[in-house]
């Protein structure tokens, strides 16, 4: 049996679909839902075709819906059948049409005393409301609540048919048997309002207490057997449809399925040993809807159940997963086939207590995974159709829901989603060769990637790179490596590169985007994240999962590096963040390692700026990133002439120079050379410091080196405390002495 996929198209206030009265029009409409639905690779719809007693079909026993003309009665325009337009377009795609219907809405909007001015809907008989209904065009006067209101009750300023009637049951009935004779549709449907929700047995029966005294039929006028007579109801009304439908598949040699989507909570264990291990909720069983959907998978009274389960896996009272299983359990006692109702408009929607679960564009597709590997679930079903349709980011957590239905799209088509929700790395390069930052961004993106259990995609663009060097980045921890190689990227320009990025990001939705903290990176982010409306942490010296809702933790250096900051991205994604070179190191190299590469083609763009030639930063020298040594300077060496022996040092090691803080703000040498967190970090093979004192931020932007040596006359100067060789002495002594001792060895002076 292929894997059921299907999206309920709602009409009713016209949530999925709008008013369409003109055959072009609604065709065309139709059509757009059915090409989503295609693009999604799935295989039914489950479309609403009886709100609110009325109908998307010429019935005889139901008038035109308001929902499809813009008045209740009123036929569309032309002669014609939306119902059969929409179960030929859907045949042709080769999907499957469920007619959905509501058994006993009357209304969907609640009264007031508002609504009627100059009347009171709860006082006033049901006849002369509903005659008001009739006037206002809500309802049409051969709507069957209105040619029978002894059949309709109120509730919370809401109307609904009476289920404890027979003639209510009947007309259900008669309902869908004119739908399956007169249309060839796969499946009727049925959503999970029965009575309303939340209503105690001893409140509904006061509610509906003409039809409990005239057809009690042996129930006993308390609690439990009060409840038993309203489940007893809605057990005759499935019963009967199930009845009926048999009737005409057999009668045409068709067979058409009966399908139910209930609330997720039948009754939980507290109450009934049955029950499934939920905490006190909503349930359908008792206190409301009165719908035993236990009992009809039992008796194989409908064909399929689609159990909505609209919790993420970490609610408090009805986590997903436990419920799943219960469904799953109960449906192996039964040959009706279960499927999962999925709440992925929760992403937009979701109360405030539980809208940090609900920022993990991966909840739905966790769940569709998980249901998966349950041998009885046969299926999932999404709610609803306007939020996998959607295309803007706008609104509280809308990027969330775009990132989510990304995911669940190409699970759905068969895709391996790699890049989709994955973390992303961007590695460097200069006349085809990888720079070291690459590999480093690399070791910080696998811990990431790993407690997020996604991809971790290394993203090239330039030119020249090799197929070797390519495969570098795969044995250095990515498992993907997206290459955007053309003459035209040869050089960094900030343009080009941000079109290049702004599309891989549109076409697969990393979650996460890091880049170094170089000149590049510096330019390219900020260009991209205003681009693709997101935020960005800048110069981050640690990066960390935030436990629960999956979100990036950017630390950086605060208020000229005297605090560090804590930052998060909650709303927006991909969160972009770049990161200070040799704050890391990289990962050992695993020849081992597969992974894949993937060519992607540059579109050309004409450029407005073009590199004429390159010169070195700063004062000549090792660039102080990428030297094996650094000798630093700092404040105890008192003077600009001081730095003399750290240079004449640093040039006998083929080294570069570096400086504290306060040295650079002495104007002894020139920004460049700066270290730590409001300079530069690095991490080489060696370096010696000279009369630094080591603040907490110059620490942070050496720890991540091999050899650290320091020499301060102060045997409690913190610098000490990093060292590998700390020497208790005064710099202007040590470092002639090392150069001397050295100077044979190296050659110098």
């Known amino acids: 049996m292929k894997t059921f996929r299907a999206a309920w198209v709602a009409t009713v206030r016209n949530l999925d679909f709008p008013v369409a009265p003109d055959e072009d029009v609604f065709r065309d409409r139709f059509r757009q839902v059915l090409d989503t639905l295609a693009d999604w690779n799935m295989n039914a719809v489950i479309f609403q075709v009886r709100p609110m007693l009325d109908a998307f079909y010429p019935s005889a026993i139901n008038p035109w819906s308001r929902f499809l003309t813009g008045k209740q009665g009123e036929a569309p325009a032309g002669d014609w059948n939306p119902l059969a337009l929409m179960v030929e377009e859907t045949h042709k795609r080769g999907l499957e049409y469920h007619a959905w ?59 609904y048919l009476d289920a404890g009637l027979p003639e209510v049951r009947r007309h259900i009935v008669d309902t869908v048997t004119e739908i399956v004779r007169n249309h060839d549709v796969d499946a009727i449907h049925f959503d999970d309002y029965f009575y309303p929700y939340n209503v105690p047995e001893d409140e509904m029966i006061g509610i509906t207490r003409t039809a409990f005294d005239l057809h009690r039929n042996g129930f006993a006028d308390d609690r439990q057997g009060r409840g038993a007579w309203l489940r007893h109801n809605n057990d005759e009304m499935i019963y009967g449809v199930r009845r009926a439908i048999l009737a005409e598949n057999g009668r045409s040699g068709r067979n058409v399925r009966f399908g ?141 829901l ?22 992303w790395t961007m590695a460097e390069q200069f006349g085809g060769k990888l720079k070291a930052v690459s590999f480093e961004l690399l070791a910080r993106g696998r811990i990431l990637a790993d407690k997020l259990g996604v991809p971790l995609v290394s993203v090239l663009i330039g030119d020249g790179a090799c197929e070797e060097e390519l495969a570098a980045l795969i044995r250095h921890g990515a498992d993907e490596v997206y290459s955007v190689q053309d003459r035209a990227l040869a050089d960094f320009v900030c343009e080009p590169y941000a079109l290049v990025l702004e599309k891989l990001i549109a076409d697969f939705s990393p979650a996460i985007l890091l880049a170094a903290a170089t000149s590049s990176g510096r330019t390219l982010l900020p260009y991209v994240a205003v681009k693709v409306h997101t935020g960005l942490t800048a110069d981050c010296t640690e990066l960390d999962i935030e436990e629960g809702t999956r979100n990036l933790l950017q630390t950086r250096p605060a208020i000229g590096g005297n605090i560090m900051a804590t930052i998060k991205t909650p709303d927006c994604r991909p969160q972009i963040a770049t990161v200070r070179p040799k704050s890391s190191r990289p990962l050992p190299e695993d020849k081992n390692r ?89 991490s080489p093979k060696v370096y010696i410091a000279a009369g630094v004192s080591g603040s907490i931020q110059y620490l942070a932007g050496i720890q991540t080196g091999e050899a650290i040596i320091s020499v301060n006359p102060d045997p409690q100067a913190a610098i000490h405390s990093l060292a590998d060789l700390g020497i208790v002495g005064d710099a202007f002594r040590v470092l002639p002495a090392l150069a001397k001792r050295l100077e044979g060895r190296f050659g110098g002076k």
Not at 300 to 324: C, K, M, N
């Open 402 to 423: 775009l990132d989510s239905n990304r995911l669940l799209r190409e699970h759905l088509r068969g895709g391996r989603y790699r890049g989709i929700g994955a973390v």
């Open 594 to 682: 597969s992974g894949t590469v993937r060519h992607i083609p540059f579109d050309h763009a004409a450029g407005k700026v073009k590199v004429t030639g390159y010169r070195q930063e700063g004062e000549g020298g090792a660039s102080l990133e990428e030297a094996d040594v650094v000798v630093a300077g700092g404040r105890g060496l008192k003077k600009a002439e001081g730095f003399a022996m750290v240079r004449g040092l640093a040039e006998m090691l083929g080294g570069a120079v570096g400086a504290s803080r306060d040295a650079v703000d002495r104007a002894w040498v020139s920004y460049p050379h700066q270290v730590g967190l409001s300079g530069k970090t690095v």
């Open 101 to 159: 219907l509501n058994p006993y809405r009357v209304t969907g909007e609640r009264y007031s005393d508002d609504t009627f001015p100059g009347f009171s809907p709860d006082e006033m008989p049901m006849a002369e409301l509903l005659a008001l209904y009739v006037d206002s065009g809500v309802l049409a006067a051969g709507n069957f609540a209105v040619l029978h209101p002894h059949a309709v009750y109120r509730h919370a300023g809401l109307l």
């Open 260 to 400: 139910v989507s209930p609330f997720g909570v039948w009754w939980n264990l507290e109450h009934h040993p049955d029950g499934s291990p939920t905490g006190d909720t909503t349930f359908t069983y008792s206190g409301g809807v009165y719908a035993d959907t236990r009992k009809w998978v039992l008796e194989g009274w409908i064909d399929y159940i689609v159990a909505q389960l609209y919790w993420e896996r970490s609610h408090a009272t009805a986590p997903f997963e436990p419920l799943a299983r219960w469904w799953a359990e109960l449906c192996s006692q039964s040959p009706v086939d279960l499927y999962i109702g999925h709440g992925n408009y929760k992403h937009v929607t979701a109360p405030f207590h539980e809208l940090d679960s609900w920022l993990d564009a991966r909840e739905i597709l966790e769940q569709v995974t998980l249901a998966e590997k349950l041998g009885q679930v046969k299926g999932s079903v999404f709610f609803a159709f306007n939020h996998l349709s959607r295309t803007d980011s706008g609104g509280p957590n809308g990027q969330v």
